[in-house]
């Protein structure tokens, strides 16, 4: 079992800066792939960014070269650097936990989720 703990967020205007945490605990946190997705009101969860355990990283077309996902395994932690930021990337955003090896452009490979956190971008 993993628990993940989120922090961050909250409202900021277009052009600015937020960092979101998310700290993992109850399983071995390096082997796992550490996804961010979020969901705007309406709409589905959609994939933002995810870092593998190898460090590899990919993103969403519509915040790459604005967001940078990175994780400190010291910690247990995975963070999301977000710059730039929009009225479009106003929305809840979660952190989620994928086995190795897994498709993590497929939410359905995630096992474990963190409670959301809201983003709301004001222009």
């Known amino acids: 079992q993993m628990r993940l703990v989120q922090s961050g967020g909250g409202l900021v205007q277009a052009g600015g800066s937020l960092t979101l945490s998310c700290t993992a605990s109850g399983t071995v946190f390096e082997n796992n792939a550490m996804g961010w997705y979020r969901q705007a009101p309406g709409k589905q969860r959609d994939l933002v960014a995810y870092i593998t355990s190898f460090g590899d990283t990919n993103y969403a077309a519509s915040v790459k070269g604005r967001f940078t996902v990175s994780r400190d395994n010291a910690k247990n932690t995975v963070y999301l650097q977000m710059n730039s930021l929009k009225p479009e990337d106003t929305a809840v955003y979660y952190c989620?936990?994928?086995?190795?090896?897994?498709?993590?452009?497929?939410?359905?490979?995630?096992?474990?989720w963190g409670q959301g956190t809201q983003v709301t971008v004001s222009s």
């Open positions: 989620a936990a994928a086995p190795p090896y897994s498709d993590y452009d497929d939410q359905n490979e995630y096992d474990y």
